[in-house]
């Protein structure tokens, strides 16, 4: 399935791309450089101009929610669930109002895939805005809660708190939390705002819809304080687990 539109830039194509195509885009181009293999690109959809129909100029890629058993909602269908949309990325060629219309094709393309996919979350990053994009794109607002990133003083760079608390990924959790440790980082607090599309009337959100909030952007410094003991307990559990120590064969 495909969706043209027209706009003063000409007309365009949206259709669903390759999930492998979806990836390079936005680790190349995402302000994030990131990817979970584990949660991205359940759905990516992809726009094109007419006239260059094989030149992908943004990607909007589809997923699971971080906690897929969480009961954020409530639905009489027992198989409906709600995904995300993870990330998108438009080239700047496009213009802004792309954004727009990318959301609003691919959400038609994703429901006709998926009868029981019943609403879509989004996030928006306090460090860029508050999510004006969503409410141009008609998604309900429904409150935001504060993030931790920390950024690292000797590289530059950019760490979501997730990394340091979650011990599932080792080797993502030793590279951070040494780095906790000596020092390096400094950690700031950023607004996260949560905007639901939903696509059937009976879906219910677990919270009520709250006004769409008001133009706000940035970070704020502040001192997070952990418990250090029990992350060294951690590295040294986890550097075993990745790292084991040779078995002796003597005794």
Same mark, same amino acid.
């Given at each position: 399935?495909?969706?043209?539109?027209?706009? $003063? !830039?000409?007309?365009?194509?949206?259709?669903?791309? &390759?999930?492998? !195509?979806?990836?390079e885009?936005?680790?190349?181009?995402?302000?994030? +450089?990131?990817?979970?293999?584990?949660?991205?690109?359940?759905?990516?959809?992809?726009v094109?101009? %007419?006239?260059?129909?094989?030149k @992908?100029?943004?990607?909007?890629?589809?997923?699971?929610?971080?906690?897929? *058993?969480?009961?954020?909602? &409530? +639905?009489?269908?027992?198989?409906?669930?709600? @995904?995300?949309?993870?990330?998108?990325?438009?080239?700047?060629?496009?213009?802004?109002?792309?954004?727009?219309?990318?959301?609003?094709?691919?959400i038609?393309?994703?429901?006709?895939?998926?009868? *029981?996919?019943v609403?879509?979350?989004?996030?928006?990053?306090?460090?860029?805005? @508050?999510?004006?994009i969503y409410? %141009?794109?008609?998604?309900?607002?429904?409150?935001? +809660?504060?993030?931790?990133?920390?950024?690292?003083?000797?590289?530059? &760079?950019?760490? +979501?708190?997730?990394?340091?608390?979650?011990?599932?990924?080792?080797?993502?959790?030793?590279?951070?939390?040494?780095?906790?440790?000596?020092?390096?980082?400094?950690?700031? &607090?950023?607004?996260?705002y949560?905007?639901?599309?939903? !696509?059937?009337?009976?879906?219910?959100?677990?919270?009520?819809?709250?006004?769409?909030?008001?133009y706000?952007?940035?970070?704020?410094?502040?001192?997070?304080?952990?418990?250090?003991?029990?992350i060294? @307990?951690?590295?040294?559990?986890? !550097?075993? $687990?990745?790292?084991?120590?040779?078995?002796?064969?003597?005794?």
């Amino acid at each position: 399935m495909e969706i043209k539109k027209s706009t $003063k !830039l000409g007309e365009l194509i949206i259709k669903p791309v &390759e999930k492998k !195509l979806a990836k390079e885009m936005i680790v190349k181009n995402h302000y994030s +450089h990131k990817w979970n293999d584990g949660g991205f690109g359940v759905y990516n959809v992809g726009v094109f101009k %007419a006239d260059e129909p094989n030149k @992908c100029l943004g990607v909007a890629v589809y997923g699971y929610v971080k906690n897929l *058993n969480a009961k954020m909602f &409530e +639905h009489p269908n027992p198989n409906a669930w709600m @995904c995300e949309l993870n990330r998108m990325w438009i080239d700047d060629s496009l213009g802004k109002n792309a954004e727009t219309i990318l959301i609003g094709a691919s959400i038609k393309i994703i429901r006709k895939h998926d009868p *029981n996919l019943v609403a879509i979350q989004s996030f928006a990053d306090g460090r860029l805005g @508050c999510g004006t994009i969503y409410k %141009a794109a008609n998604f309900q607002y429904y409150g935001y +809660h504060y993030t931790k990133f920390l950024v690292n003083s000797r590289s530059g &760079e950019v760490t +979501h708190e997730q990394i340091l608390t979650n011990t599932t990924s080792a080797t993502g959790y030793l590279r951070a939390n040494i780095a906790y440790l000596v020092g390096d980082y400094k950690a700031f &607090e950023v607004k996260t705002y949560r905007y639901i599309y939903p !696509l059937c009337k009976r879906f219910k959100f677990r919270s009520s819809q709250l006004p769409y909030p008001d133009y706000d952007k940035g970070m704020k410094e502040t001192d997070w304080k952990r418990d250090k003991e029990k992350i060294k @307990c951690n590295i040294m559990r986890l !550097l075993e $687990k990745v790292a084991p120590s040779p078995v002796s064969l003597t005794k």
